[in-house]
C-alpha cells in the first residue's frame, strides 16, 4: 500500500524557519517525482514546490521562490520541504503527492499533510 | 500561468440526480486535466486524470470529458458520499494550477 506521512509541522513566528519531512513506503520512492501542494484555511488547493525523482528538476511557485527549498533522500525514502522567511501566509496545511508519470504527471498519492501556522 | 475556471462555485443536488461540474481553461492543455474530491479532514482523493480517465477505485458513476478547452466531471446517479469539493488541475506545464473548487451539497 503506497503511503505517505508527513511532519514537522507546527507553530512558529514570523520570519523564522521550519522543515517538513514526507516519508514515502510502499513503493519505489527514487522512481517518483514529487510535489508539495497547500492549502490556506478556507482556501483552495495551491501547488509549492516541485522535485523529480533524481533531483536534476526543481521548480517553485513564485509566492515560495527564494524562500522554500525543496528536495529528497531517496536512501531515506524521504521528501522535504525547507521554509524560511515564513510569514502569516505561508500558514497552511501542506500536502505531499507522488507524480504518476515523468513529464506532465499528475498527483496519484497524497499524505494527510501536515499543518503550518505561522503568527506571533 | 494557466487558469483553470470552474463552474459553478457550488450547488446543491438530490440524491440520484445528474451532476456535471465543469472547469475552462485559459489556454490549451491537451488531455492533462485531473479531478480531485476533496472532504474535510482528507487529502484530496484523485477522481479523474488525462481528462476522462477514472482513477483507482473510483465508482463507474464518475465519468470525466472534454469539449475544446472545457472539461466535465459527471457524476450519473449522485450518493450522499459524493459530497465535497471537487477541484480541477492542469498538469501541462508548471506551475501546476487548481480551478477554484465546486462545492457540492445535497438539497
Not at chain 1, 9 to 25: D, I, T
Not at chain 2, 11 to 33: F, K
Amino acid at each position: 500500500e503506497v503511503q505517505l506521512v508527513e511532519s514537522g509541522g507546527g507553530l512558529v513566528q514570523p520570519g523564522r524557519s521550519l522543515k517538513l519531512s514526507c516519508v514515502a513506503s510502499g513503493f519505489t520512492f527514487s522512481n517518483y517525482g514529487m510535489n508539495w501542494i497547500r492549502q490556506a484555511p478556507g482556501k483552495g488547493l495551491e501547488w509549492v514546490a516541485y522535485i523529480s525523482s533524481g533531483s536534476s528538476y526543481i521548480y517553485y511557485a513564485e509566492t515560495v521562490k527564494g524562500r522554500f527549498t525543496i528536495s529528497r533522500d531517496n536512501a531515506k525514502n524521504t521528501l522535504y520541504l525547507q521554509m524560511t522567511s515564513l510569514r502569516s501566509e505561508d500558514t497552511a496545511l501542506y500536502y505531499c503527492a507522488r507524480l504518476r508519470g515523468t513529464t506532465r504527471a499528475h498527483m496519484d498519492a497524497w499524505g494527510q499533510g501536515a499543518s503550518v501556522t505561522v503568527s506571533s | 500561468d494557466i487558469q483553470l475556471t470552474q463552474s459553478p462555485s457550488s450547488m446543491s443536488a438530490s440524491l440520484g440526480d445528474r451532476v456535471s461540474l465543469t472547469c475552462q481553461s485559459s489556454q490549451g492543455i491537451g488531455n492533462y486535466l485531473s479531478w480531485y474530491q476533496h472532504k474535510p479532514g482528507k487529502p484530496p482523493k484523485p477522481m479523474i486524470y488525462y481528462a476522462t480517465n477514472l482513477a483507482d477505485g473510483v465508482p463507474s458513476r464518475f465519468s470525466g470529458s472534454r469539449s475544446g478547452s472545457d472539461y466535465s466531471l459527471t457524476i450519473s446517479s449522485l450518493e450522499s458520499e459524493d459530497t465535497a469539493i471537487y477541484y480541477c488541475l492542469q498538469y501541462d506545464e508548471y506551475p501546476y494550477t487548481f480551478g477554484a473548487g465546486t462545492k457540492l451539497e445535497l438539497k
